[in-house]
């Protein structure tokens, strides 16, 4: 069969153009944020002109030539390939652009503005924990204690969280590394509990927690919430602040979707924290899966090489994955390795609402950003009432991934942090 | 039995091969249809919607799973046909009658025909994942269908053999979800780790 050269890159080119169109149009209707080609917030008319554009471009561009137009050239199974290459190297540009683009959003938006004094806390690197503490430390209740996200973006926002507090308010916030969250996620941790970790931070910082306001942020917030009354019990908090806690949904997991305002770099950073190599479950999967792989692929080639199919060397071990894959699937079933899914996050999201919407001695205030408020409203709305002590704010133009996005982002996240209740109010 | 279709494939194949020549405009339309990439191209992309177009995390989970199945089915179909034209070697209309040849000369065996095995598979496995959007890949796959008849490159039969295949390797692929399900739920959890990884951001 011959070949045409050429056209296999004018088609994947054509796929690419038009997967790119594609996925801004559905991006654009599905709101994913995070995919915004120009970083910040998705504007649908933009979106919308520019996937129609590349779209219409695309087919114009590659219909145009009379090669493609009633003439043998490349063939079925080629088209696939390309299309299949297309779309996969139109996904990845624009995780790339859209990383990029947003990286470059937030590196200017740090800067402070003139006339703005940025508060610049010191920070202590302890095991498994970072902690930053402002200068001075106010009276007792109107200070806070944080306890924020692992990483270097999670230590960003509780900088910028910082630089809003008013200098006579003090402010300590405790950054955990991801395996000391996660280890008092499951309350279990073997340098003593989240009490004791913020008791010690205190000590080390020169600073009293009992008494002041707490604040949790993201997943931090999430800790918080669970452990409201060992917190009672150690601090005596005057109010419980929860920013954007990751919100369950009982039945299926966790109800944000990282694609609404999660860059892909925002999910991949995240993903390599989490060090997945490391999990047990997964290596087990890899060493029923390689002997597998290895008894497929071989025959495989064989087999292609014998039969002089076109790229025996590529087919036949891409034969042999697919197989030993099918294979493997099924072979850790039968051994009990794929019995659970679900990883610890949904349990102790679930957790978190139980505890949230049952009574508590501890005045609390949740902000949910908008990425989650809608299907939350969807799931808990007949619960929303009658909380008690917790009241819920929804703030409908605050992403989750793109926190201080938006005019009045840090206007709100001032009021929420006040010490008085001045919080703009969205439901 | 077996002349007396043929008969009848020739006589159809005659009366929709007729109208080409008599409008420009018309023929020109068919042309377009019968090409090999734009019809097949556009059915590409339009999985490409489908894989996209859910509503939420579980709509796209159920989308994942059509698109695995329809991967899946265009395998299957691809395998049938390759076997059927070990036995079947039916020439090109335009090798044996006089036909109005709109279109290049194709050298491989006319039964079944290729877009329309590839075109219904998609039709086919799109339907039975989402009776809604896969209705919007029968009007391509029926117009290329035509139009390579109209063009002269195929008889109905071929393309009536490969709706068959089409439909045999669609539903063996929804029904034999053994054969998906380790794909399904690979891509499911690779969908599902991804969009639990929140965290706050500037």
Redesign the interface.
């Known amino acids: 069969m011959e070949l045409f050269h050429e056209d296999i890159l004018e088609t994947f080119l054509f796929f690419f153009t038009a997967a790119m169109g594609v996925i801004q149009v559905m991006a654009a209707r599905r709101g994913w944020h995070g995919l915004c080609l120009y970083g910040g917030r998705i504007r649908r008319g933009v979106n919308y002109v520019l996937g129609t554009s590349l779209l219409l471009f695309s087919y114009a561009w590659y219909f145009s030539d009379p090669l493609h137009r009633n003439v043998r050239n490349i063939e079925a199974l080629m088209s696939m390939v390309c299309l299949f290459l297309g779309c996969l190297a139109a996904a990845a540009a624009t995780a790339l652009v859209a990383s990029v683009s947003e990286a470059v959003r937030r590196r200017l938006r740090r800067r402070p503005r003139e006339g703005e004094r940025e508060r610049d806390p010191r920070a202590l690197r302890l095991e498994g924990v970072t902690v930053l503490v402002a200068e001075g430390w106010g009276r007792k209740g109107d200070n806070l204690v944080a306890v924020g996200e692992p990483g270097r973006d999670g230590e960003r926002v509780a900088r910028r969280i910082i630089s809003l507090i008013p200098p006579d308010r003090g402010v300590m916030c405790v950054l955990p590394a991801r395996s000391t969250l996660s280890s008092l996620l499951e309350e279990a941790t073997p340098t003593g509990s989240l009490a004791d970790l913020l008791a010690e931070c205190g000590r080390r910082a020169g600073v009293d927690p009992q008494g002041e306001v707490f604040l949790g942020l993201g997943w931090g917030a999430n800790l918080l919430a669970s452990r409201g009354e060992e917190l009672v019990d150690a601090f005596r908090p005057a109010r419980l602040l929860l920013l954007a806690p990751v919100m369950p949904d009982a039945e299926k997991g966790l109800l944000g979707d990282a694609f609404l305002s999660q860059t892909p770099a925002d999910i991949l950073e995240c993903l390599l924290q989490e060090e997945p190599w490391r999990d047990r479950r997964l290596r087990s999967l890899a060493r029923a899966w390689f002997p597998l792989f290895l008894l497929c692929a071989v025959p495989a080639t064989a087999a292609t090489v014998a039969l002089h199919l076109r790229w025996s060397l590529l087919s036949g071990p891409l034969l042999g994955l697919v197989v030993s894959l099918w294979m493997a699937y099924y072979a850790a079933r039968r051994r009990g390795l794929l019995a659970s899914q679900a990883s610890g996050e949904p349990e102790t999201a679930s957790a978190l609402w139980r505890r949230l919407s049952g009574p508590s001695s501890l005045p609390r205030r949740v902000a949910v950003a908008s990425d989650d408020a809608e299907a939350l409203l969807a799931l808990y709305a007949p619960a929303w009432s009658g909380q008690g002590e917790t009241s819920f704010e929804l703030w409908n133009a605050v992403l989750r991934g793109k926190l201080f996005l938006g005019r009045d982002a840090e206007e709100r996240l001032r009021g929420f942090l006040a010490p008085g209740d001045t919080a703009p109010r969205d439901v | 039995m077996l002349s007396w279709l043929l008969k009848i494939d020739y006589t159809l194949f005659s009366w929709i091969n007729g109208l080409a020549g008599r409008n420009a405009a018309v023929d020109t339309l068919m ?2 249809f ?5 019809v ?2 556009t059915i ?2 339009l999985v ?2 489908m894989l ?2 859910g509503r ?3 709509g796209d989970r159920a989308n994942l799973a059509s698109v695995v199945r329809l991967i899946m089915a ?1 395998a299957l179909a691809t395998v049938f046909m390759q076997l059927i034209i070990v036995f079947v070697h039916r020439p090109r209309p335009f090798v044996d009658h006089e036909v109005n040849l ?3 000369r ?1 050298t491989d065996w006319s039964f079944p025909s ?1 877009p329309a095995t ?1 075109t219904f598979t998609f039709f086919f496995s799109a339907w039975l994942s989402d009776r809604r959007f896969g209705w919007y890949f029968l009007p391509p796959a029926l117009l290329m269908s035509f139009a390579r008849v109209f063009c002269g490159v195929h008889y109905p039969g071929d393309v009536l053999g490969g709706m068959a295949v089409a439909l045999a390797g669609a539903y063996l692929a929804h029904r034999l979800q053994f ?1 998906s ?3 399904v ?2 891509a499911q ?1 690779v969908e ?11």
């Open positions: 042309k377009v019968c090409n090999d990439h734009l097949p191209y590409g992309l490409l919607v996209l177009r939420d995390r579980s265009l709109l279109f290049y194709p290729n590839a054969l399900r380790p794909f739920a690979m959890a599902s780790r991804l969009r639990s990884s929140l965290s706050l951001r500037e």
